[in-house]
Protein backbone atom coordinates (compact mmCIF):
# COMPACT_ATOMS: atom_id res chain seq x y z
CA UNK A 1 0.00 0.00 0.00
CA UNK A 2 1.33 2.84 -0.78
CA UNK A 3 1.79 5.72 2.41
CA UNK A 4 2.49 9.81 2.57
CA UNK A 5 6.58 9.93 2.40
CA UNK A 6 6.59 12.29 5.49
CA UNK A 7 4.68 11.24 8.63
CA UNK A 8 2.16 13.65 9.37
CA UNK A 9 2.74 16.97 10.82
CA UNK A 10 5.88 16.80 9.78
CA UNK A 11 6.75 18.90 7.27
CA UNK A 12 9.19 21.66 7.15
CA UNK A 13 8.65 24.99 7.30
CA UNK A 14 11.05 27.86 6.17
CA UNK A 15 9.41 30.30 9.57
CA UNK A 16 11.34 29.58 13.06
CA UNK A 17 9.18 29.48 16.07
CA UNK A 18 8.11 32.43 17.14
CA UNK A 19 8.78 34.00 14.66
CA UNK A 20 6.41 36.44 12.45
CA UNK A 21 4.06 33.77 10.19
CA UNK A 22 1.05 36.22 9.27
CA UNK A 23 1.44 40.35 9.43
CA UNK A 24 -1.92 42.05 8.61
CA UNK A 25 -2.26 45.72 8.00
CA UNK A 26 -4.47 47.99 7.38
CA UNK A 27 -6.73 45.15 6.57
CA UNK A 28 -10.82 46.18 5.60
CA UNK A 29 -13.97 44.12 4.29
CA UNK A 30 -16.35 46.42 3.03
CA UNK A 31 -19.99 44.98 2.01
CA UNK A 32 -22.48 46.64 0.30
CA UNK A 33 -25.57 47.33 2.28
CA UNK A 34 -28.18 47.26 -0.37
CA UNK A 35 -29.00 44.97 -3.23
CA UNK A 36 -31.89 45.35 -6.06
CA UNK A 37 -32.56 47.06 -8.91
CA UNK A 38 -32.77 50.36 -7.40
CA UNK A 39 -30.13 50.26 -4.58
CA UNK A 40 -27.99 52.85 -4.40
CA UNK A 41 -30.32 55.83 -5.79
CA UNK A 42 -31.34 58.32 -3.27
CA UNK A 43 -33.58 61.24 -4.33
CA UNK A 44 -31.77 64.82 -3.67
CA UNK A 45 -34.58 67.94 -3.93
CA UNK A 46 -31.93 70.43 -3.73
CA UNK A 47 -29.46 69.49 -7.12
CA UNK A 48 -30.13 68.89 -10.60
CA UNK A 49 -30.62 65.94 -11.89
CA UNK A 50 -32.48 65.50 -8.37
CA UNK A 51 -31.04 61.88 -7.93
CA UNK A 52 -27.26 60.17 -6.62
CA UNK A 53 -26.47 57.21 -6.82
CA UNK A 54 -24.02 55.84 -4.84
CA UNK A 55 -24.08 52.36 -2.24
CA UNK A 56 -24.04 52.35 0.94
CA UNK A 57 -21.16 50.39 2.61
CA UNK A 58 -21.29 48.11 6.09
CA UNK A 59 -17.60 48.00 7.39
CA UNK A 60 -17.34 44.60 9.08
CA UNK A 61 -13.53 44.87 9.39
CA UNK A 62 -11.98 48.19 9.09
CA UNK A 63 -8.34 48.88 9.51
CA UNK A 64 -6.99 46.21 11.35
CA UNK A 65 -3.72 45.30 12.20
CA UNK A 66 -2.03 42.31 13.88
CA UNK A 67 1.22 39.78 13.68
CA UNK A 68 0.74 35.76 14.85
CA UNK A 69 4.06 34.41 14.95
CA UNK A 70 4.82 30.54 14.63
CA UNK A 71 3.10 28.14 17.03
CA UNK A 72 1.12 30.51 18.58
CA UNK A 73 -2.75 30.21 19.31
CA UNK A 74 -3.87 34.05 19.36
CA UNK A 75 -7.59 34.71 20.36
CA UNK A 76 -9.96 37.30 18.99
CA UNK A 77 -12.70 37.97 21.10
CA UNK A 78 -16.02 40.55 21.06
CA UNK A 79 -19.51 40.53 20.89
CA UNK A 80 -21.70 38.89 18.32
CA UNK A 81 -21.50 40.63 15.11
CA UNK A 82 -18.24 42.49 16.01
CA UNK A 83 -16.41 41.05 12.36
CA UNK A 84 -14.71 37.72 14.11
CA UNK A 85 -15.87 35.45 11.44
CA UNK A 86 -15.72 38.05 8.61
CA UNK A 87 -12.02 39.13 10.01
CA UNK A 88 -11.19 34.81 10.08
CA UNK A 89 -12.70 34.14 6.22
CA UNK A 90 -10.79 37.36 4.82
CA UNK A 91 -7.03 36.28 5.97
CA UNK A 92 -8.40 33.24 4.38
CA UNK A 93 -9.22 34.82 0.90
CA UNK A 94 -12.71 33.26 1.01
CA UNK A 95 -14.10 36.65 1.08
CA UNK A 96 -11.81 39.50 -0.72
CA UNK A 97 -10.48 42.10 0.96
CA UNK A 98 -11.81 45.87 0.28
CA UNK A 99 -8.02 46.96 1.15
CA UNK A 100 -5.13 46.42 3.46
CA UNK A 101 -2.18 43.34 2.86
CA UNK A 102 -1.91 39.76 4.12
CA UNK A 103 1.39 38.77 4.82
CA UNK A 104 2.15 34.80 5.12
CA UNK A 105 5.30 33.66 4.78
CA UNK A 106 6.46 36.71 2.91
CA UNK A 107 3.83 36.38 0.40
CA UNK A 108 0.86 38.97 0.20
CA UNK A 109 -2.76 36.85 0.46
CA UNK A 110 -4.45 39.68 -0.75
CA UNK A 111 -2.89 39.95 -4.12
CA UNK A 112 -2.82 36.51 -4.77
CA UNK A 113 -5.45 34.85 -7.56
CA UNK A 114 -6.10 31.84 -9.81
CA UNK A 115 -3.55 29.05 -9.44
CA UNK A 116 -1.02 30.75 -6.41
CA UNK A 117 -3.77 31.30 -4.20
CA UNK A 118 -5.14 27.55 -4.61
CA UNK A 119 -1.26 26.40 -3.71
CA UNK A 120 -1.33 28.62 -0.74
CA UNK A 121 -4.85 27.09 0.38
CA UNK A 122 -3.13 23.83 1.35
CA UNK A 123 -0.83 26.39 4.06
CA UNK A 124 -3.78 27.64 5.76
CA UNK A 125 -6.98 26.22 6.87
CA UNK A 126 -10.27 26.93 8.39
CA UNK A 127 -12.36 24.82 10.79
CA UNK A 128 -16.00 26.54 10.79
CA UNK A 129 -18.45 26.65 13.35
CA UNK A 130 -20.95 24.27 12.99
CA UNK A 131 -19.32 20.62 13.11
CA UNK A 132 -23.13 19.34 11.67
CA UNK A 133 -23.35 21.97 8.67
CA UNK A 134 -19.72 21.90 7.51
CA UNK A 135 -19.55 18.49 6.84
CA UNK A 136 -21.09 16.84 3.89
CA UNK A 137 -24.11 14.29 4.57
CA UNK A 138 -23.22 12.46 1.87
CA UNK A 139 -20.04 11.52 1.65
CA UNK A 140 -18.08 8.99 4.14
CA UNK A 141 -15.90 10.40 6.90
CA UNK A 142 -12.88 8.99 4.77
CA UNK A 143 -13.61 11.12 1.82
CA UNK A 144 -14.48 13.78 3.63
CA UNK A 145 -10.67 14.20 5.06
CA UNK A 146 -9.34 13.29 1.86
CA UNK A 147 -10.91 15.68 -0.26
CA UNK A 148 -8.67 18.67 0.35
CA UNK A 149 -5.66 15.99 -0.24
CA UNK A 150 -7.46 15.23 -3.54
CA UNK A 151 -7.61 18.59 -4.67
CA UNK A 152 -4.06 19.37 -3.75
CA UNK A 153 -3.05 16.39 -6.00
CA UNK A 154 -1.56 14.90 -2.81
CA UNK A 155 -0.60 11.05 -2.99
CA UNK A 156 -2.25 8.64 -4.57
CA UNK A 157 -5.93 6.83 -3.58
CA UNK A 158 -3.99 4.22 -1.06
CA UNK A 159 -1.56 7.04 0.32
CA UNK A 160 -4.84 9.38 1.16
CA UNK A 161 -6.61 6.82 2.85
CA UNK A 162 -3.55 5.97 4.79
CA UNK A 163 -3.21 9.20 5.76
CA UNK A 164 -6.65 9.83 6.90
CA UNK A 165 -6.69 6.69 8.77
CA UNK A 166 -3.59 7.90 10.39
CA UNK A 167 -5.50 11.39 11.27
CA UNK A 168 -8.45 9.91 12.74
CA UNK A 169 -6.27 8.59 15.14
CA UNK A 170 -4.33 11.54 15.88
CA UNK A 171 -7.49 13.75 16.46
CA UNK A 172 -9.07 10.52 19.00
CA UNK A 173 -11.77 8.77 16.84
CA UNK A 174 -11.19 5.62 15.71
CA UNK A 175 -9.84 4.70 12.04
CA UNK A 176 -12.04 2.06 11.46
CA UNK A 177 -15.05 4.49 11.47
CA UNK A 178 -13.36 5.81 8.29
CA UNK A 179 -16.45 4.14 6.19
CA UNK A 180 -18.91 5.92 8.58
CA UNK A 181 -21.20 8.92 7.79
CA UNK A 182 -21.07 11.89 10.20
CA UNK A 183 -24.53 11.86 11.24
CA UNK A 184 -23.20 8.43 13.27
CA UNK A 185 -21.20 10.52 15.27
CA UNK A 186 -21.79 13.29 17.79
CA UNK A 187 -21.28 16.99 18.10
CA UNK A 188 -17.79 16.51 19.28
CA UNK A 189 -17.02 13.76 17.13
CA UNK A 190 -17.73 15.61 14.03
CA UNK A 191 -15.50 18.89 15.18
CA UNK A 192 -12.76 15.95 15.53
CA UNK A 193 -13.44 15.32 11.89
CA UNK A 194 -13.50 18.84 11.10
CA UNK A 195 -10.18 19.09 12.35
CA UNK A 196 -8.48 15.80 10.80
CA UNK A 197 -9.98 16.89 7.57
CA UNK A 198 -8.02 20.54 8.12
CA UNK A 199 -4.61 18.49 9.08
CA UNK A 200 -4.64 16.44 5.81
CA UNK A 201 -2.40 19.00 4.02
CA UNK A 202 -0.24 19.59 6.81
CA UNK A 203 -0.92 23.44 7.11
CA UNK A 204 0.80 25.46 8.94
CA UNK A 205 -1.64 28.43 9.88
CA UNK A 206 -5.76 26.89 10.85
CA UNK A 207 -8.41 29.57 11.29
CA UNK A 208 -11.09 28.32 14.33
CA UNK A 209 -14.14 29.98 14.21
CA UNK A 210 -16.19 29.21 17.16
CA UNK A 211 -15.15 25.69 17.02
CA UNK A 212 -16.10 24.77 20.41
CA UNK A 213 -19.43 26.73 20.86
CA UNK A 214 -22.44 24.50 19.86
CA UNK A 215 -20.32 21.61 21.95
CA UNK A 216 -21.56 20.61 25.73
CA UNK A 217 -18.54 22.45 27.96
CA UNK A 218 -16.95 18.87 28.90
CA UNK A 219 -16.50 17.96 24.97
CA UNK A 220 -15.33 21.47 24.88
CA UNK A 221 -12.70 20.73 26.91
CA UNK A 222 -11.85 17.86 25.23
CA UNK A 223 -12.01 19.43 21.64
CA UNK A 224 -9.62 22.19 22.86
CA UNK A 225 -7.15 19.48 24.74
CA UNK A 226 -7.03 17.89 21.57
CA UNK A 227 -6.25 20.93 19.04
CA UNK A 228 -3.34 22.05 21.78
CA UNK A 229 -1.61 17.99 21.67
CA UNK A 230 -2.00 18.42 17.37
CA UNK A 231 -0.52 22.31 17.90
CA UNK A 232 2.86 20.95 20.30
CA UNK A 233 3.05 17.56 17.84
CA UNK A 234 3.19 19.69 14.59
CA UNK A 235 3.74 22.68 15.02
CA UNK A 236 0.66 24.90 14.25
CA UNK A 237 -0.47 28.62 14.70
CA UNK A 238 -3.70 29.08 15.48
CA UNK A 239 -6.39 32.22 15.07
CA UNK A 240 -9.23 30.76 17.85
CA UNK A 241 -12.14 32.86 17.30
CA UNK A 242 -14.71 33.04 20.51
CA UNK A 243 -17.01 35.00 22.39
CA UNK A 244 -16.42 32.68 25.57
CA UNK A 245 -13.85 34.64 27.25
CA UNK A 246 -13.12 31.47 29.71
CA UNK A 247 -12.50 29.00 26.04
CA UNK A 248 -10.08 31.81 25.14
CA UNK A 249 -7.99 31.85 28.49
CA UNK A 250 -7.67 28.32 28.09
CA UNK A 251 -6.17 28.01 24.90
CA UNK A 252 -4.54 31.27 24.11
CA UNK A 253 -1.19 32.52 24.32
CA UNK A 254 -2.18 36.38 23.14
CA UNK A 255 -6.16 37.76 22.97
CA UNK A 256 -7.28 40.54 20.58
CA UNK A 257 -10.42 41.99 21.67
CA UNK A 258 -12.58 43.46 18.48
CA UNK A 259 -15.60 46.03 18.83
CA UNK A 260 -17.35 46.77 15.61
CA UNK A 261 -14.86 46.24 13.12
CA UNK A 262 -11.63 47.74 15.05
CA UNK A 263 -9.24 46.29 17.40
CA UNK A 264 -9.21 47.95 20.72
CA UNK A 265 -7.06 45.79 22.47
CA UNK A 266 -4.30 43.20 21.99
CA UNK A 267 -1.90 41.62 24.48
CA UNK A 268 -0.67 38.75 26.11
CA UNK A 269 -3.34 36.29 27.72
CA UNK A 270 -2.49 36.84 31.45
CA UNK A 271 -1.74 40.57 30.61
CA UNK A 272 -5.29 40.93 29.47
CA UNK A 273 -6.99 39.15 31.97
CA UNK A 274 -5.41 40.60 34.90
CA UNK A 275 -4.89 44.01 33.28
CA UNK A 276 -6.86 45.08 30.87
CA UNK A 277 -6.89 48.71 29.57
CA UNK A 278 -9.72 49.14 27.59
CA UNK A 279 -13.48 50.05 28.76
CA UNK A 280 -15.01 47.23 26.46
CA UNK A 281 -12.33 44.76 27.13
CA UNK A 282 -13.09 45.48 31.49
CA UNK A 283 -17.27 45.20 30.79
CA UNK A 284 -16.25 42.11 28.51
CA UNK A 285 -14.80 40.53 31.65
CA UNK A 286 -17.47 41.57 34.12
CA UNK A 287 -19.69 40.25 32.71
CA UNK A 288 -18.02 36.22 33.22
CA UNK A 289 -20.71 34.75 35.35
CA UNK A 290 -19.45 34.35 39.24
CA UNK A 291 -20.44 30.77 40.62
CA UNK A 292 -21.65 32.61 43.57
CA UNK A 293 -25.28 32.74 44.57
CA UNK A 294 -24.53 35.63 47.01
CA UNK A 295 -23.87 37.75 44.24
CA UNK A 296 -27.14 39.03 42.95
CA UNK A 297 -26.17 42.34 41.28
CA UNK A 298 -25.62 42.61 37.47
CA UNK A 299 -22.35 42.47 36.50
CA UNK A 300 -21.02 43.98 33.18
CA UNK A 301 -23.67 45.92 31.84
CA UNK A 302 -23.14 48.11 28.82
CA UNK A 303 -25.30 51.18 28.49
CA UNK A 304 -26.71 51.26 24.84
CA UNK A 305 -26.92 49.60 21.39
CA UNK A 306 -23.78 48.59 19.50
CA UNK A 307 -23.89 51.47 16.54
CA UNK A 308 -24.36 50.19 13.18
CA UNK A 309 -21.47 49.13 10.92
CA UNK A 310 -22.86 51.22 7.72
CA UNK A 311 -22.82 54.44 9.87
CA UNK A 312 -20.24 53.68 12.76
CA UNK A 313 -19.09 56.54 15.30
CA UNK A 314 -16.18 58.89 14.54
CA UNK A 315 -12.65 58.29 16.67
CA UNK A 316 -13.40 55.70 18.94
CA UNK A 317 -16.31 53.69 18.34
CA UNK A 318 -17.07 52.16 21.17
CA UNK A 319 -17.26 55.70 22.85
CA UNK A 320 -21.21 56.02 22.20
CA UNK A 321 -21.25 53.57 24.95
CA UNK A 322 -18.07 53.85 26.99
CA UNK A 323 -18.62 54.90 30.46
CA UNK A 324 -15.06 56.64 30.35
CA UNK A 325 -15.67 59.10 27.70
CA UNK A 326 -13.64 62.13 28.08
CA UNK A 327 -14.86 65.09 29.06
CA UNK A 328 -14.21 67.97 25.90
CA UNK A 329 -11.53 70.22 27.01
CA UNK A 330 -13.43 73.04 26.03
CA UNK A 331 -15.58 73.37 29.38
CA UNK A 332 -14.32 73.15 33.27
CA UNK A 333 -16.34 70.18 34.12
CA UNK A 334 -15.47 68.35 37.58
CA UNK A 335 -15.68 64.51 37.05
CA UNK A 336 -18.58 64.53 38.89
CA UNK A 337 -20.43 67.15 37.07
CA UNK A 338 -19.00 65.00 33.47
CA UNK A 339 -21.00 62.26 34.63
CA UNK A 340 -24.07 63.86 35.31
CA UNK A 341 -23.71 65.63 32.44
CA UNK A 342 -22.49 62.61 30.15
CA UNK A 343 -25.75 60.47 32.09
CA UNK A 344 -28.28 62.67 31.28
CA UNK A 345 -27.39 63.24 27.03
CA UNK A 346 -27.18 59.27 27.00
CA UNK A 347 -30.71 59.39 28.80
CA UNK A 348 -32.17 62.13 26.15
CA UNK A 349 -30.70 60.40 23.78
CA UNK A 350 -31.90 57.00 24.34
CA UNK A 351 -35.19 58.93 25.66
CA UNK A 352 -34.93 56.64 28.85
CA UNK A 353 -37.02 58.22 31.13
CA UNK A 354 -40.73 59.95 31.17
CA UNK A 355 -41.35 63.91 30.36
CA UNK A 356 -40.99 65.75 33.88
CA UNK A 357 -40.86 69.47 34.97
CA UNK A 358 -37.44 71.33 34.69
CA UNK A 359 -36.90 70.93 39.11
CA UNK A 360 -37.24 67.25 38.26
CA UNK A 361 -35.40 66.33 35.58
CA UNK A 362 -32.58 68.49 37.59
CA UNK A 363 -32.95 67.03 40.79
CA UNK A 364 -32.70 63.22 38.52
CA UNK A 365 -29.71 64.08 36.90
CA UNK A 366 -27.96 66.40 38.28
CA UNK A 367 -28.94 66.73 41.87
CA UNK A 368 -30.25 70.15 41.94
CA UNK A 369 -27.10 71.64 40.64
CA UNK A 370 -26.25 72.13 37.14
CA UNK A 371 -22.42 72.52 35.69
CA UNK A 372 -20.73 76.00 35.91
CA UNK A 373 -20.55 78.01 33.37
CA UNK A 374 -21.29 77.44 29.23
CA UNK A 375 -21.79 74.22 29.99
CA UNK A 376 -24.33 74.64 32.70
CA UNK A 377 -26.14 76.51 29.95
CA UNK A 378 -26.31 74.44 27.55
CA UNK A 379 -27.45 71.64 30.03
CA UNK A 380 -30.32 74.21 30.90
CA UNK A 381 -31.29 75.00 27.34
CA UNK A 382 -31.44 70.77 26.69
CA UNK A 383 -33.45 70.88 29.80
CA UNK A 384 -36.32 73.41 28.87
CA UNK A 385 -36.27 71.65 25.47
CA UNK A 386 -37.34 68.58 27.08
CA UNK A 387 -39.54 69.48 30.30
CA UNK A 388 -42.83 69.43 30.28
CA UNK A 389 -43.40 73.19 32.02
CA UNK A 390 -41.11 75.11 29.69
CA UNK A 391 -43.85 74.60 26.61
CA UNK A 392 -40.93 73.40 24.15
CA UNK A 393 -41.40 69.78 24.35
CA UNK A 394 -44.13 68.77 22.03
CA UNK A 395 -43.04 70.77 18.27
CA UNK A 396 -40.77 73.52 17.34
CA UNK A 397 -40.63 76.05 14.40
CA UNK A 398 -38.32 73.65 12.45
CA UNK A 399 -40.28 70.72 13.37
CA UNK A 400 -37.93 69.05 15.09
CA UNK A 401 -39.82 68.06 18.53
CA UNK A 402 -37.67 68.92 21.99
CA UNK A 403 -36.14 65.81 22.43
CA UNK A 404 -34.47 65.50 18.71
CA UNK A 405 -33.39 69.42 19.76
CA UNK A 406 -31.67 68.39 22.96
CA UNK A 407 -30.23 65.47 21.35
CA UNK A 408 -28.36 67.50 19.39
CA UNK A 409 -27.49 70.20 21.60
CA UNK A 410 -25.78 67.95 23.76
CA UNK A 411 -24.20 65.33 21.57
CA UNK A 412 -22.82 68.44 19.65
CA UNK A 413 -21.63 70.51 22.25
CA UNK A 414 -20.23 67.24 24.54
CA UNK A 415 -19.62 64.38 22.68
CA UNK A 416 -18.65 65.21 19.45
CA UNK A 417 -16.51 67.66 20.86
CA UNK A 418 -14.27 65.00 22.97
CA UNK A 419 -11.14 63.98 21.92
CA UNK A 420 -12.99 60.30 21.75
CA UNK A 421 -15.08 61.43 18.79
CA UNK A 422 -12.57 64.06 16.99
CA UNK A 423 -9.27 60.87 17.17
CA UNK A 424 -8.94 57.66 16.51
CA UNK A 425 -7.24 56.48 19.74
CA UNK A 426 -4.23 54.14 19.58
CA UNK A 427 -1.37 53.39 22.63
CA UNK A 428 1.18 51.07 23.68
CA UNK A 429 0.49 50.16 27.14
CA UNK A 430 2.96 49.25 29.83
CA UNK A 431 2.68 45.76 30.42
CA UNK A 432 2.56 44.77 33.93
CA UNK A 433 2.25 40.67 34.06
CA UNK A 434 4.80 39.63 30.65
CA UNK A 435 7.42 41.50 28.28
CA UNK A 436 4.73 41.81 24.99
CA UNK A 437 3.13 44.26 23.62
CA UNK A 438 0.22 45.50 25.00
CA UNK A 439 -1.84 47.77 22.66
CA UNK A 440 -5.15 49.41 23.90
CA UNK A 441 -6.81 52.21 21.30
CA UNK A 442 -8.29 53.84 24.50
CA UNK A 443 -7.45 58.05 25.00
CA UNK A 444 -7.19 57.24 28.49
CA UNK A 445 -3.55 56.52 28.05
CA UNK A 446 -2.80 59.58 25.77
Known amino acids: MSKPDDPIGFGETEIPHGETLLEVDGLSKYFASESGLLAGISLETDQFPPVSFGVDQVKAVDDVSFEITMGETLGLVGESGCGKSTLGRTLLRLLDPTDG ?53 MFDDEGREARAKELLEKVGLDPRHYNRYPHAFSGGQRQRINLARALSVDPDFVVCDEPVSALDVSIQAQVMNTMEELQAEFGLTYLFIAHDLSVIRHISDRVAVMYLGHIVEIAEKEELFENPQHPYTKALLESIPVPDPRESDARGVLEGEVPSPQDPPSGCRFRTRCPQLIAPEAYEFTDEEWAHARTFMRAVKRRTFEPMAAAEIRREFFD ?6 DAGEIVKDAIDAVATDTGRGDESDDERDGWEMATDLLLESFAEQSICARERPAYDVEPEHGTEQHFAACHMHR
Not at 368 to 373: E, H, Q, S, V, Y
Open 101 to 153: TITFKNDDLAELSGEELRQKRSEIQMIFQDPQSSLDPRMKVGQIIEEPMRAHD
Open 368 to 373: GDLPRG
